[in-house]
Nanobody, 116 residues
Framework: QVQLVESGGGLVQPGESLRLSCAPS????????MGWHRQAPGNQRELVAR???????NYADSVKGRFTISRDNAKNTVYLQMNSLKPEDTAVYYC??????????WGQGTQVTVSS
């Protein structure tokens, strides 16, 4: 069945950068909105960044100025450029996509660890 697949996670030192990517594993209709959420052990899953098909964005206050979300509408692919990473950014990052009719899709997550 169709699902979203994330890639690009890894282990980095504070101050370094990573770029995450997310794309469907199969053909689906255009997703209206795509975004990234993250969850650390013992914490709630939180929204990191979101972008609509028209390019409007929003970010969590904790990542503004450091993270940038972008997308390729033709591929239903979303990216998250993460700069100046901090230890508190450590979490599993999940991709989410929503159709205009309200259906949602999630990825399995990719681990981001920021540690010296």
């Amino acid at each position: 069945q169709v699902q979203l697949v994330e890639s690009g996670g890894g282990l980095v030192q504070p101050g370094e950068s990573l770029r995450l990517s997310c794309a469907p594993s199969g053909s689906i209709f255009t997703l209206y909105a795509m975004g990234w959420h993250r969850q650390a052990p013992g914490n709630q899953r939180e929204l990191v960044a979101r972008i609509t098909s028209r390019g409007s964005t929003n970010y969590a206050d904790s990542v503004k100025g450091r993270f940038t979300i972008s997308r390729d509408n033709a591929k239903n692919t979303v990216y998250l450029q993460m700069n100046s990473l901090k230890p508190e950014d450590t979490a599993v990052y999940y991709c989410r996509g929503t159709t205009a009719s309200g259906n949602e899709y999630w990825g399995q997550g990719t681990q981001v660890t920021v540690s010296s």
